[in-house]
């Protein structure tokens, strides 16, 4: 019968890893076999055993078996041996055979319920189609070069030549290892050939070329490809699973700029490395943030790029390091539990040193002409092998590489643009690419670069284009246009802003990527550069400055959808990225905005109320003063109001509606002394009267800062920890509390009246003793 997707995949698509049970019914949408990634060895050689793996949901199946012929049908019992995410892991061992062909396809069984799978997906029945290994000709092996015992395995992908040899240091660059013909492909096996070694493609006509598909290139010489094992590296990090879209905070990293200027783990090269990110992974872990989103990290021209003009869409950039560094990189962050998503580029390639053009000497990978965007060439998306060429590259970096998930680059572009013809094929692309991140990595997440706020491009495929989630174009517009606005000295929209913090279109909740300021706004090569220097070009760490930016940015941290911040953001960073690194100085000269930054990200992260999806209500728009309010509450039975104020103007007294009746409390103040501020506003705890107010039965006198951000938390569960955590209610005790309350008492702030008497004394500093030697449960 015909399975539709089961409670486990929908569950494992939000991130949660839910077990299927065993009810007589296999979930089609978790089975997945990738012949040339799930063997062992990948390319099996001269009849050799071979070990079949294959994913199915967890606890989906009662038993499972590989169906192998080699002119003899046979079954091999398979096991669960690992678990990935939502997915059971399964292995079955096929033996050795004298044949020169073998086939198999996977049978998989849930009680009464029998299925399999083949290459051309699940069915009822044995399917018609089977992985084949052909040990004479050696087709099963994939594209590229793949080690094997005492050699390596090349393909590549050339029609138009008629011969084709291996050269490189494995035999001093001479033509005596040609490969076959095969079809349009040329495959074949190389003695001695193994990792780390140069090579490149000879094609009949003299046409020296670059594996299409090598996962390292050397630039510096000739652009010779690198064969590499994948199987190589020791991974110290099992078993990640991304949090979900829903709970994430995303960090824009872009490698090359992110390490080693001014910067207390020590110096780097320029550009930064991976490893170098690898060592400073405790800063963002300080930071709080689960998410990293890599500027692309593909093979560009040159030593220094934001990413956009790359060469391939297989080897990661030499640079920056070796394909060992990059797995490096992303074993160490996954170590200190976030996720790591790259931003891809699929539309186009650089216009110089671009080798897949005219790659066997005529135009297989471009039109001709060729069509033209506004950043390179498209790509021939009508071509199959074209499309296999990118969608193949997935189980590449979320397989091998371990990664979590995509940006895609100019999604319009390839999918509904004026700029190309090729509409449906890239549709065909996309759609590829989701389903099958959908079916194999349904724990990871791929975010669209779209600025249409349409519910085409987060739709279920196959009517929309699949993506999970995409760029929330209007909020941006709107959050971007109120802060500069007040900068230039005008009145900010704030119906406008009111009106995006809900989600826009399909960009609502887990599927809006919401920002301020990402690569785009702040990169001089676009002619742009950080807010802060735009505000103030003089004096970029400015009140003003620092107010807007953290304001602007703590909307996007709490408003309704998945919030990311670019590299920098959380020190005030006030130079661009890519030609400048980032300056590891300002985490100390802005140590109030970094604390910010982290106390809030914390809130966010861990408080459900907070996270994507949970409910949100503007109530409060004062378009004369430039104010709004917009309560946040979910499961956890919190419930958050959040105050801005888009002004330059003080509010001592303001009247606010609260929804609910009681005490509250200032969580974040970005005026708070501790953020960097002055201590203008609200804090600690406070009541509300009973006087009707903004559609609520009660209302609250509050003191607003200018440029003010402030997040206020219901009682009881504003206290956190207990009521000596006053200094950063977040569940720590600390010396900041104990200096908190100090100053509180000194003061007599509403903080320090720790019995609500009224009246600061002995009894206030004994409950705030008790309390702090009580400890946080």
């Known amino acids: 019968m015909l399975k539709t997707l089961g409670v486990c995949a929908l569950g494992a698509m939000a991130g949660h890893a839910l077990a299927a049970t065993h009810d007589n019914n296999v979930e089609w949408d978790g089975l997945s076999h990738v012949g040339w990634q799930d063997r062992s060895p990948r390319v099996p050689m001269d009849g050799e055993a071979f070990v079949v793996r294959f994913q ?11 169906l192998w012929d080699d ?15 939502p997915y059971d892991i399964w292995q079955a061992s096929i033996p050795s055979t004298a044949t020169t062909t073998l086939s198999y396809v996977i049978e998989a069984v849930d ?3 029998a299925d399999y799978l083949g290459p051309s997906g699940v069915r009822d029945n044995p399917p018609p189609d089977a992985w084949t290994l052909d040990f004479a000709t050696l087709t099963h092996a994939p594209y590229g070069s793949t080690p094997v015992d005492g050699g390596t395995v090349f393909r590549v992908w050339a029609p138009s030549r008629s011969t084709c040899a291996v050269r490189g240091e494995f035999n001093n660059w001479s033509t005596a290892n040609p490969i076959a013909k095969v079809g349009e492909d040329f495959v074949g096996f190389v003695p001695g050939a193994h990792a780390g070694q140069m090579y490149k493609y000879y094609f009949s006509g003299g046409i020296w070329k670059p594996d299409a598909r090598a996962e390292q290139l050397v630039p510096t010489d000739n652009y010779n490809s690198v064969i590499v094992d994948q199987d190589d ?4 990090t099992q078993g990640f699973s991304p949090a979900p879209l829903e709970q994430m905070v995303v960090y824009q990293l872009h490698v090359g700029s992110f390490s080693g200027r ?14 170098d990110v690898a060592n400073r992974v405790d800063h963002l872990e300080e930071l709080g943030v689960n998410a990293v989103m890599l500027n692309p990290i593909n093979e560009f021209p040159g030593d220094f790029s934001g990413g956009y003009n790359p060469i391939s869409a297989w080897a990661v950039e030499s640079k920056l390091g070796t394909v060992d560094d990059f797995k490096a990189m992303v074993d160490a962050l996954h170590g200190a539990g ?32 060729a069509v033209s965007t506004p950043w390179g060439d498209q790509h021939d998306f009508d071509d199959a092998n074209v499309r296999d060429y990118f969608a193949d590259s997935i189980d590449l970096f979320l397989g091998d590489y371990r990664l979590d998930g995509y940006r895609v680059d100019a999604v319009m572009a390839m999918t509904d643009s004026g700029w190309t013809p090729q509409w449906g094929s890239g549709q065909t692309l996309m759609r590829r690419l989701n389903d099958h991140v959908d079916n194999r990595f349904a724990d990871r997440h791929v975010i669209a670069e779209q600025y249409n706020d349409d519910t085409w491009t987060v739709g279920a495929t196959p009517g929309g284009l699949g993506f999970d989630a995409q760029y929330h174009n209007a909020f941006k517009n709107a959050i971007r246009a109120a802060a500069y606005a007040e900068a230039g000295g005008g009145s900010p929209n704030m119906g406008s802003l009111a009106a995006t913090l809900d989600g826009t279109g399909g960009s609502v909740g887990s599927k809006a990527l919401n920002y301020f300021e990402l690569h785009d706004d702040a990169w001089p090569l676009n002619g742009h550069q950080r807010a802060v220097t735009e505000w103030n070009p003089s004096s970029p760490g400015s009140d003003e400055s620092r107010g807007l930016q953290t304001l602007a940015n703590g909307l996007t941290l709490t408003a309704k959808g998945v919030p990311a911040i670019l590299q920098g953001t959380a020190w005030l960073e006030d130079e661009g990225w890519e030609a400048n690194k980032i300056d590891w100085s300002h985490k100390t000269t802005y140590a109030g905005v970094f ?3 982290r106390d809030l990200i914390h809130l966010r992260t861990s408080k459900p109320s907070l996270w994507a999806d949970s409910p949100i209500s503007v109530y409060h728009v004062n378009e004369g003063g430039d104010v709004m309010a917009f309560g946040r509450w979910g499961d956890d039975g919190r419930s958050y109001v959040i105050v801005a104020n888009i002004s330059n103007v003080a509010y001592p007294q303001y009247l606010l509606g609260l929804p609910r009746a009681g005490a509250w409390g200032v969580l974040i103040n970005n005026d708070a002394t501790q953020y960097g501020g002055h201590g203008v506003g609200t804090a600690g705890m406070f009541q509300t009267e009973a006087v009707p107010r903004d559609g609520f039965d009660q209302r609250a006198t509050l003191s607003i800062p200018a440029y003010g951000f402030m997040v206020l938390q219901y009682d009881p569960e504003f206290q956190g920890c207990n009521a000596a955590d006053i200094a950063d209610p977040l569940g720590t ?21 720790i019995d609500g008497n009224g009246v600061w004394d002995l009894g206030d500093i004994g409950a705030f003793i008790e309390a702090f030697t009580g400890g946080c449960p």
């Open 338 to 369: 976030i996720a790591v998503l790259l931003d891809i580029v699929w539309n186009h390639f650089a216009g110089n040193e671009n080798y897949l053009w005219n790659y066997d000497g005529t135009q297989i990978y471009y039109d001709s002409p």
């Open 595 to 597: 604390a910010f930054y």
């Open 71 to 85: 002119g003899t049908s046979h079954a091999a019992a398979a096991t669960v041996v690992a678990t990935r995410g």
């Open 262 to 275: 001014n910067d207390p783990h020590g110096s780097a090269p320029n550009p930064s490395r991976y490893i």
């Open 111 to 113: 009680g009464t319920d």
């Open 233 to 236: 590296y020791a991974w110290q």
């Open 56 to 66: 199915a949901y967890r606890g989906d199946l009662t038993s499972a078996s590989a």
């Open 733 to 753: 005790l600390d010396l900041a509390d104990i200096a908190a309350f100090t100053s509180a008492f000194i003061a007599q702030g509403a903080a320090a009246d």
